[in-house]
């Protein structure tokens, strides 16, 4: 077993985190065979890597994620945030992201109420897919109640567009793979600050929000937007909200469920943004007065 120390203390989440050993990479070479396409096509590709990662709480394992074996400690802190978990980010007391022969565990220490209310969540969900919910035993459980945000403007398409036309830059290994989600902050102008890649785009959503919550902390997402090159569902905009998020900007489409989530939490939310054109579903200045989608 290889160990990443990773420990971290309430206050000390803008710290570095120091690793003794290298997690596995996010890629790797294999080799292929390529037929038909361009004569002499290379006989090598580089393809993502997807690991079991388990989220430990105070020694109990509370759910595995497929991921790609990168930003995991921000991976931990923003799911734990997202997935209400924790209600603040110094309710974790400790991290550590341990390689096993399995996967990948991070191993967190969270303060007592968090845990006892997570004991009993536990009870209600058994598993987690890339589309949503499984095995949750209870309709009541499926949704929780979203946050409602801070008023905002929402964005002007001229620097939504900025921030989209930038995107791709900031997916390395995207470019490299194919097989990748990115999810991105952008300031009120458009300029793309940070951007993380997933194999999974809830992954790649709560590693952004880890990330911007432990080095800008209670600012992380004053006056600007989240990105993100994947659809928007009801749980990309309920993690937005917990957050305090204000617009989502999508690059597919979002479902009707999204939509009504979005609005009640009072949040703008954007998709189909693509060159030159996107489209405001629901507005955090100026809520639609038409019917909300059924």
Same mark, same amino acid.
């Given at each position: ?6 420990? #971290? ?10 690793? /003794? ?7 790797? *070479? ?10 002499? +096509? ?5 393809? =993502?890597? *997807? ?21 995991? /400690? ?15 980010? *110094? ?6 992201? #341990? @390689?096993? !022969? ?23 969900? @058994? ?14 459980? /499926? ?35 194919? +097989? %990748? ?15 993380? !890649? ?19 902390? +209670?600012? =992380? ?33 979002? %479902? ?25 579903? +629901? ?10 989608? *059924?």
């Amino acid at each position: 077993m290889r160990r990443h120390s990773n420990s #971290q203390g309430g206050a000390a989440m803008k710290a570095p985190h120091p690793q /003794a050993q290298p997690l596995p990479p996010d890629g790797c *070479e294999v080799p292929v065979e390529v037929r038909g396409g361009i004569a002499g +096509a290379p006989g090598r590709d580089v393809v =993502a890597e *997807e690991v079991p990662v388990a989220m430990v709480y105070n020694g109990i394992s509370h759910a595995v994620m497929m991921a790609s074996p990168s930003d995991l /400690a921000d991976f931990g802190l923003g799911f734990s945030l997202t997935e209400g978990i924790l209600d603040r980010p *110094e309710q974790l007391f400790g991290l550590e992201v #341990q @390689t096993v !022969e399995e996967g990948i565990s991070i191993d967190m220490h969270i303060a007592g109420d968090c845990f006892a209310r997570l004991r009993e969540q536990r009870r209600n969900m @058994t598993g987690r897919t890339g589309c949503g919910l499984c095995g949750t035993d209870s309709l009541a459980h /499926a949704i929780r109640p979203i946050q409602r945000v801070p008023v905002q403007p929402v964005p002007p398409d001229d620097k939504v567009q900025r921030a989209l036309a930038s995107l791709r830059k900031h997916q390395p290994l995207q470019a490299q793979t194919g +097989a %990748t989600h990115g999810a991105a902050w952008c300031d009120a102008d458009g300029r793309l600050l940070q951007a993380l !890649e997933d194999v999974g785009r809830h992954n790649a959503l709560d590693k952004l929000i880890g990330a911007r919550i432990r080095h800008h902390g +209670a600012a =992380a997402f004053d006056n600007g937007f989240a990105l993100i090159s994947s659809r928007a569902s009801f749980e990309m905009v309920q993690k937005c909200a917990s957050v305090g998020i204000r617009c989502l900007v999508a690059v597919s489409a979002p %479902t009707a469920l999204a939509i009504r989530e979005a609005r009640a939490a009072g949040m703008t939310l954007i998709g189909f943004a693509r060159p030159g054109r996107h489209v405001i579903y +629901a507005r955090g200045d100026d809520q639609f007065s038409e019917e909300t989608p *059924e």
